[in-house]
């Protein structure tokens, strides 16, 4: 059982940073049910359930939210509940009858995760957007890519994930830690593009302190500095090397061989960089990566070979942590971080629309005659045959 066993969240179902926020604190042990409209849309990507992680976790209730009687039946949860999330556009969950005001007028301990992309108000507050544009916004997108090429998504990491589900997730965590003190439930207005810009900070303060230049992939950590970036290997894959310290650089350049050369010091002198670079070009260009590893890996040259997905999670580092592990039958990362006196672990499979309904309704103290008559007044969906479970 995780930390946050024992809390019960309801989960108004949206896309991408929404999910990814839910299924941590349910990792953590929280009891997250999904509540589905039963049109609920997604990103446009076909896939089937059993491989859509991010709804790991949870059970699905699917349940008419534009019924009184679907509504009614939230609200009667969310009475009970510890915690809201909500990913709409602001105003959608108030259209629904189901806006904090209303929920925290029933559940005044209630904590209520709003998590959008642009925040609760502002003049983009009603625009539609994606990870790109809120990492945009906020200066980070502009900071990533080479020096002579455009900006690079650095996959929908910063915006959706980092900068909107771990923030909501922390400041959703927070809040209930204040209303177990004080009895008092608030809401999170948790934004990507606020996120992203707090994810920025070191390199914000690096900027005001005129250490780090406007032009991408021309400071310490953009792959402007020759001893922070990756290098293709001799069987045209890649290589990453850190070595910003002193002695860590001392030690790559005699592992190397390129101790004598002076041009290779000092390595803070932006004006040989170039020259830098290229003799590590050279250099990692003249053996495999497996041969790197095998000269580099066990030393503090802060060296790490560049691997797919496929191989990161077969590598004996993340094999001895149980990085990734096999749940359902699918190989994916494990629940984190770790906890000395409790195992945070995923606790069930990737739910079908609908697939727990009757049994959701029935934990939370719906009668049973009453979920008949919301099935049979197709307010509630119950999939009569759901996907099959491969436990592992």
């Known amino acids: 059982m995780g930390p946050l066993a024992g809390l019960r969240i309801v989960e108004l179902a949206g896309i991408g940073a929404g999910p990814h926020c839910a299924m941590m604190l349910s990792d953590m042990g929280a009891d997250v049910v999904r509540v589905d409209r039963l049109a609920a849309s997604g990103l446009g990507v076909p896939i089937d359930v059993k491989f859509d992680l991010l709804l790991r976790g949870r059970r699905s209730l699917a349940i008419d939210l534009k019924s009184e009687a679907g509504r009614d039946t939230v609200l009667r949860m969310i009475d009970q509940a510890d915690a809201v999330i909500e990913s709409f556009r602001p105003g959608v969950v108030e259209r629904m009858g189901l806006g904090p005001d209303v929920c925290l007028s029933r559940n005044p301990k209630l904590v209520f995760g709003r998590l959008t992309g642009w925040g609760q108000d502002g003049p983009y507050a009603q625009m539609a957007g994606h990870d790109i544009n809120y990492i945009a916004l906020s200066g980070v997108l502009h900071a990533i890519g080479s020096r002579e090429g455009p900006p690079v998504p650095p996959l929908n990491l910063v915006g959706d994930f980092g900068g909107g589900a771990v923030y909501c997730a922390f400041g959703i965590v927070s809040a209930l830690l204040h209303a177990q003190r004080t009895g008092q439930g608030q809401v999170v207005d948790a934004a990507m593009v606020d996120g992203a810009a707090a994810l920025l900070t070191m390199v914000v303060g690096f900027r005001r302190g005129g250490i780090w230049s406007s032009q991408r992939g021309d400071n310490i950590v953009d792959g402007g500095a020759p001893y922070y970036a990756a290098y293709e290997t001799s069987d045209r894959k890649f ?60 030393t503090d040259t802060c060296f790490a070979p560049v691997l797919t997905i496929d191989e990161a999670s077969k590598h004996a580092h993340l094999k001895a942590r149980q990085t990734y592990i096999d749940f359902n039958g699918v190989n994916q990362p494990a629940a984190n971080p770790r906890f000395s006196a409790t195992k945070p672990t995923p606790s069930v499979p990737p739910a079908a629309l609908g697939q727990h309904s009757r049994e959701v309704l029935a934990d939370w103290g719906i009668a049973p005659e009453t979920i008949d008559q919301l099935c049979r007044s197709s307010v509630v969906f119950q999939v009569t045959q759901p996907p099959l479970i491969i436990k592992t």
């Open 239 to 298: 290589v990453s090397i850190g070595a910003m310290e002193d002695k860590f650089y001392e030690l790559l350049l005699l592992k190397l061989g390129l101790e004598h050369d002076s041009n290779m010091r000092p390595h803070t002198d932006r004006s040989r960089w170039d020259y830098q670079r290229e003799r590590f070009k050279a250099c990692f260009l003249a053996r495999s990566r497996d041969e790197w590893c095998a000269l580099l890996e066990g």
